[in-house]
Each structure stands twice: as C-alpha cells, then as structure tokens.
C-alpha cells in the first residue's frame, strides 16, 4: 500500500491568488492560477488514487498535461506574486520534483532522478 499523498489545506489557499475548485468527491480537488499573458494552469489531484496533473493552456490550446500517478506530497504557495506549484513523486527507486511557476507567463520545471 502507497503512503498518503500529503496535500495543503484548502483553507490555507484562500488568500494566495488562486481558484479553488473543490470536486464532487472530498478527496479530490483542482486549483486554477492565471498568468499575466493570459496561460492558466490547473492543478488536479486525487488523494484516494494518488494522483496529480497539472495542465496549462493558452486560449483554446492546450500547452502542457502532465500526470504523477505516484506523488507524495504537493504544496501551493505564492512567492513575490508568482504562483509556485510543487509535486513530489516517488516510485521504484526513482524521485521527482514538478515545479510549475505562474506569473507574469509560466514555467515548468521537471526532474526525475534515480534514488
């Protein structure tokens, strides 16, 4: 059995400058954030499947889907007005780190590493 994907707190998120879209299901919930050119980017995750996936679009066209079938732990925060998600993920010997920054445009940041 996988540990417990450790999430923030909703409650904690709602003076960040972000949209929190909370599922039909209380253990999923989505967050949107809005870059100044115009990108969104909304983090998804599942805490009973133990999944995340952030999607970044721009106008109609989808930029960027990527998917952690195995994070273990995801943080939100908001530095100097840019909008920080962080996804950890770990599986088999291997560990990663998604970055993604929303701010005046987006930024992706992507690292998978053998442990």
Same mark, same amino acid.
């Given at each position: ?84 998600? &962080? ?17 005046? &445009? ?7 590493? &053998?442990?």
């Amino acid at each position: 059995m996988s540990a417990q994907l450790e999430v923030p707190r909703l409650e904690d998120l709602s003076d960040i400058g972000i949209m929190v879209e909370p599922s039909d299901q209380p253990w999923g919930v989505s967050l949107v954030a809005w870059a100044q050119d115009g990108s969104t980017v909304t983090l998804t995750w599942d805490e009973i499947a133990g999944s995340a996936r952030i999607r970044w679009t721009s106008g109609d066209d989808v930029r960027l889907v990527i998917e952690r079938e195995t994070p273990v732990k995801i943080s939100v925060r908001n530095e100097h007005g840019v909008i920080e998600f &962080h996804v950890w993920s770990r599986w088999e010997g291997i560990g990663g780190e998604l970055i993604v920054r929303v701010g005046e &445009h987006v930024a992706v940041h992507d690292t998978l590493l &053998h442990t």
